[in-house]
């Protein structure tokens, strides 16, 4: 049986994945969806953990916008992701799926406490993992967050589950004759401000040569068919020269 070419990865999710067709909150159809993508990648061999966003309930930096401050507005939406993080858990234990949650804010009576080499242990178990909370710090996005925790667990690949296919040279929702990107190198999207994930992420998935790859997690089987190779997407990645330049 060959080898999947990404057998350890990060999922990425948005917040708003888990809304379903609401405006707000969490759908619990939506979960039991999403978690069956995700034991179906467990099943076909790979170790996954996962990144929840917490824009569905509450988003940092639009709560600055509207006063609140910043600091506060994004520990607010720390604990959004934590709330959606046991949703998720919660379906894919019912699906049949071990698994935990670790939060970079202590919360004992609710999770664990994000410890890298316990997290590694749940990998290596067949458990999935569902980081919360960020950072853990304020000013850092969740895209952030996933590229760190992707490099701690020395993941083969970040997926990000979107709305879209992958990344465009234009909105695809408002340009109908946009361009869909099959590769690009990280250095292009940072210097074309492509809107793939926030630059710090970005940067911090290209020294660590941590492929990121966007596809649409909203078609049911995606998940398994990009995995497979079979899906669409955008591989977001370094060049053989610029791996050699960096050391990696």
Partial sequence: MTSPRY????????????????????????CDRVAREIKAARDAGHELCIVVGGGNIFRGLAG?????ERASADYMGMLA????????????????????VQSAIPMASVCEPYIRRRAQRHLEKGRVVIFAAGVGSPFFTTDTGAALRAAEMNCDALFKGTSVDGVYDADPKKVPTAKRYERLTFGRVLADDLKVMDASAVALCRDNNVPIVVFNIRDE???????????????VENTTEEAANAGL
């Fill in 221 to 235: 089987g995606n998940l398994a068919a990009v995995l497979d190779g079979r899906g669409v997407s955008t591989i």
């Fill in 81 to 100: 992701t934590i709330m959606n993080a046991l949703a998720l858990q919660n379906a894919l234990e019912r699906a049949g799926v071990d698994t935990r």
């Fill in 7 to 30: 057998k350890r990865i990060l999922l990425k999710l948005s917040g708003e994945v888990l809304m379903g067709a609401g405006q707000f909150g969490i759908d619990p159809a939506t």
């Fill in 64 to 68: 600055a916008a509207k006063g609140f």
